[in-house]
């Protein structure tokens, strides 16, 4: 990279908020494994995955997906050393979630990487300090008091997949079931969605990221708003979408926050 390439990359760093570029350290935080449990899930609970999003009115009432009463922790137990999906074989932790149980905005992003898989906790690698920065800068730009730990922050897959892989449909739809159970219990204000994963896995149909970001879907009756994922802003040195990026992460703040 030549130095007018760094500078540059510098600059959009601190337009998205990053104050400060960092090295990658160990995470005091080590999850406890989960507890192992061996009850399996039931199949019209897999069946019932695909929720209504905004575009589709279903004409009969989905279940519930989330049994009454649940808990965070609940479905942690349920989760246990799960198998249901192949994404197991090449686990090391579990990434279920992390930050405020009863955060007021939940970001859900797409799978672990190898940072997030060695430490059990999401976005803790390259993507996860950009994201990190760029809500906690952008905040602060906005004048709202907020850091990561008032969020909360998952995942559609709870396991890693090999080489970081897009995960499956069968995957996504299986482990799907514990996110919507998460977004269930939180019941957030809002919803932002990173990437086309997750805005897949929550509004369903095919479209990417450039055309659903910008305005706002619905998942559950929860407003959803999909930007990119910060991946993506890490690879591509892209203005517009970092301009965008940041557009987007500014109206959901606001919306929650004011
Ligand atoms: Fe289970 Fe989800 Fe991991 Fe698949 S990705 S093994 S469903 S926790
Ligand atoms: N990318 C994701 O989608 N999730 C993480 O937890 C880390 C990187």
């Not at 995955?49 to 989330?66: C, D, I, K, N, R």
């Not at 992390?98 to 976005?123: S, Y």
């Not at 802003?233 to 557009?247: D, F, G, I, Q, S």
Request: with cysteine; proline share 8%; hydrophobic share 35%.
């Amino acid at each position: 990279m030549s130095t007018d390439d760094l500078r540059r990359r510098i600059e959009y760093f601190k337009d998205l908020g990053v104050k400060e570029l960092y090295r990658r350290e160990a995470s005091p935080f080590v999850p406890e494994a989960p507890p192992i449990v061996t009850e399996t899930v039931p199949e019209q609970i897999s069946a019932a995955l695909v929720q209504p999003s905004a575009s589709v009115t279903p004409e009969v009432e989905l279940p519930s997906l989330a049994p009454t009463g649940d808990t965070l922790l609940q479905i942690g137990q349920d989760i246990g050393d799960c198998t249901r999906c192949a994404l197991h074989k090449g686990r090391n932790k579990i990434v279920f979630g992390d930050g405020n149980p009863e955060a007021p905005l939940v970001f859900v992003g797409e799978g672990p990487g190898a940072d997030e898989d060695a430490q059990g906790i999401p976005f803790v690698g390259r993507a996860g300090q950009l994201l990190t920065q760029m809500i906690e800068g952008t905040a602060k730009k906005e004048g709202i008091p907020l850091v990561r730990a008032d969020v909360y922050i998952c995942n559609v897959v709870k396991c890693r997949p090999p080489e970081n892989r897009t995960p499956e449909p069968d995957e996504m739809a299986i482990c799907g079931q514990f996110l919507f159970r998460q977004l269930q219990v939180i019941r957030p204000r809002a919803i932002c969605a990173l990437g086309s994963t997750a805005a897949k896995a929550l509004l369903g149909g095919k479209d990417g990221v450039t055309k659903l970001r910008g305005k706002w879907h619905k998942w559950n009756d929860i407003p959803l708003i999909v930007t990119y994922h910060p991946s993506y802003l890490l690879r591509a040195y892209n203005v517009e979408a970092k301009r965008e990026a940041w557009e987007d992460l500014k109206k959901v703040l606001h919306f929650v926050y004011d």
